[in-house]
């Protein structure tokens, strides 16, 4: 049966993004995309809730038999109080951006990390970073140190305006793997930078286009990768870096590979056979330089990286 059909007899499962806003949000394009491509009878649909309504709401939706949900902002502490189970990587996030309803029961799962990792080992294949430095403490921060210890990186500088929260995530993450974390403050960036080989921007500054949370070094080492959490607009410390030469990837790719990773989640099925690249494609993610094969060549080698 076409989806057409499908349509006309209302016999589409469905999927979901809960969240205030969701008008921006670029998670319908990117996985109708996908569900076009795959020919599954599902489609996703954005629900901008009212937050007194959330728990309803999502309980609601398991009864109405949805498949699914994403969960953004500001929701996804809520989320992850509301269901049955959990993941292991949601357990340790303390909060979920996918539900999956089945046999009545809310389960919930944290994507940002692995999807962000996805994004940095398909963007810059055979890289091993070794001394990452993360700008940030909030909860993007927080998906993205699982996914560092996760991976076996063996150093983490967190560098963050409060140094209380940054302690908190240290002590949180140091006892989950071999990774040695050390907190500082983000003047010490220029200092740092030249011994890391990756750099994570993970912290709300540059959402203007105008600020940056750090002062750039006289030399950016090319060698070192910037990942940038924000997406669209290059904010200003993404155009400096790139302008330096170094590769850079911004919150786009992450974007895309956790919604590549909910699908997986659920499809019960490996990330393999999920068409990422048409999801990127929706959104012009592989039209993007570390996308589209024009920044091979200028990334990092192990050898290449010089250490303190
Ligand atoms: P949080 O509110 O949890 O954390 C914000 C972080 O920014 C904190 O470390 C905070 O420092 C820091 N910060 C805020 N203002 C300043 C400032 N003026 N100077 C220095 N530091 C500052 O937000 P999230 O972690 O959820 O999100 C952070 C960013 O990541 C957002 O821009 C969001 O769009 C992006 N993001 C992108 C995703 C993607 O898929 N690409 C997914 C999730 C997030 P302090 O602790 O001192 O307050």
């Known amino acids: 049966m076409s989806w057409e059909e499908r349509l006309a007899r209302a016999d589409l499962k469905t999927l979901w993004l809960l969240g205030h806003p969701v008008g921006h949000s670029l998670s319908p394009r990117i996985q109708n995309?996908?569900?076009?491509?795959?020919?599954?009878?599902?489609?996703?649909?954005?629900a901008d809730l009212d937050p007194k309504n959330f728990e309803e709401a999502a309980r609601g939706l398991g009864q109405l038999g949805a498949v699914g949900a994403n969960v953004t902002v500001p929701f996804k502490?809520?989320?992850?109080a509301l269901c049955d189970e959990l993941s292991d990587r949601a357990r340790v996030m303390g909060a979920c951006n996918v539900l999956s309803f089945v046999d009545g029961k809310i389960h919930g799962d944290n994507t940002d990390g692995v999807?962000?990792?996805?994004?940095?080992?398909l963007g810059v294949p055979d890289f091993y970073?070794?001394?990452a430095?993360?700008?940030g403490a909030g909860g993007a921060a927080r998906a993205i140190l699982l996914a560092l210890v996760e991976k076996g990186v063996p150093q983490i500088f967190i560098l963050n305006r409060s140094f209380e929260r940054a302690n908190a995530l240290k002590e949180q993450f140091s006892g989950l793997g071999a990774t040695s974390i050390t907190v500082t403050s983000l003047d010490r960036f220029p200092?740092?930078?030249s011994s890391g080989d990756?750099?994570?921007?993970?912290?709300?500054v540059g959402l203007d286009r105008l600020s940056s949370p750090v002062k750039l070094p006289l030399v950016w080492p090319k060698e070192v990768v910037l990942s940038e959490l924000i997406y669209g607009e290059p904010t200003p410390l993404l155009k400096a870096v790139r302008e330096r030469g170094a590769m850079v990837c911004d919150g786009l790719a992450m974007l895309v590979f956790q919604a590549a990773e909910s699908l997986a989640r659920w499809m019960n099925c490996s990330f393999e056979e999920i068409p990422w690249r048409v999801m990127?494609?929706?959104?012009?993610?592989?039209?993007?330089p570390i996308f589209d094969g024009s920044m091979r060549g200028c990334g990092p080698t192990v050898e290449a990286i010089a250490f303190e």
């Open 33 to 46: 995309a996908a569900l076009q491509a795959l020919g599954a009878p599902w489609v996703y649909l954005a």
């Open 77 to 80: 502490e809520r989320a992850w």
């Open 115 to 121: 999807g962000w990792l996805r994004a940095l080992e």
């Open 129 to 131: 970073p070794r001394r």
């Open 133 to 135: 430095l993360v700008l």
């Open 191 to 193: 200092q740092l930078v």
């Open 198 to 204: 990756l750099v994570v921007q993970t912290t709300s």
């Open 280 to 288: 990127g494609q929706a959104v012009g993610l592989m039209a993007t």
